[in-house]
C-alpha cells in the first residue's frame, strides 16, 4: 500500500502535468488497466463513456486536454482513505475551442494500485460543462472523442 504523503505527492504531480497539458508526465502515472469516467447520465454521450486501457486512456486525456484548460484550477482538499483519494478542486476552466471561460469546482476519485492511477471518476457540473460546449455533439467532435455505437437518452 501507498502511504498516505506519497499519494498527496503523486496527486500534486499528477494535476501539475494536467495543468501543464504535458500528457506524457500525467501517463507516468497511469496503470496500463486503468479506467476513466466522468459521471454523467448518458445523455452526455461520449464524454461520460468509462474508457478503458493505458491507450484509451490517452487518447481521452488528450482529446481533453486539447479541449479544456485547467490551468487556473487548484486543488482545495484531499481526503486519503487507503489507495483511494478524493479531491476537491475549483478555479476558473477555460473551453479551448471557444474561448469560454467559467469558475467551477468538482471532486476526482482517483484509486491507486502499484503506485499507478487505476480508476479514475470525476464528479463534475455536466450542466455547465453542456451549455459551455452546446452542441455537444460537436463538443465532443472538436475534442476528438470517439466512441462506438450511440448513447442511449
Not at 497539458?21 to 476513466?36: E, G, I, K, Q, T
Not at 486519503?80 to 476519485?109: C, M, N, Q, W, Y
Not at 480508476?119 to 466512441?147: C, K
Request: proline fraction near 3%; charge should be negative.
Amino acid at each position: 500500500m501507498t502511504d498516505r504523503s506519497e499519494l498527496e505527492s503523486m496527486m500534486h504531480a499528477i494535476y501539475q502535468a494536467r495543468a501543464d497539458n504535458d500528457l506524457d508526465a500525467l501517463m507516468a502515472h497511469v496503470h496500463p488497466a486503468c479506467s476513466f469516467r466522468i459521471a454523467g447520465s448518458d445523455r452526455l454521450g461520449p464524454m461520460a463513456q468509462k474508457v478503458e486501457g493505458e491507450e484509451a486512456v490517452r487518447l481521452n486525456f488528450k482529446a481533453l486536454m486539447d479541449a479544456w484548460d485547467l490551468s487556473k484550477v487548484g486543488t482545495l482538499a484531499l481526503h486519503i482513505d487507503g489507495e483511494t483519494v478524493l479531491a476537491h478542486r475549483a478555479g476558473e476552466v477555460r473551453f479551448v475551442p471557444s474561448d469560454a471561460r467559467f469558475e467551477t469546482e468538482f471532486i476526482d476519485k482517483v484509486t491507486f494500485r502499484d503506485g499507478l492511477m487505476v480508476e479514475i471518476m470525476e464528479f463534475v457540473d455536466t450542466l455547465q460543462l453542456m451549455e459551455v460546449a452546446t452542441p455537444l455533439d460537436s463538443t465532443m467532435q472538436l475534442a476528438g472523442i470517439a466512441v462506438s455505437g450511440q448513447a442511449g437518452a
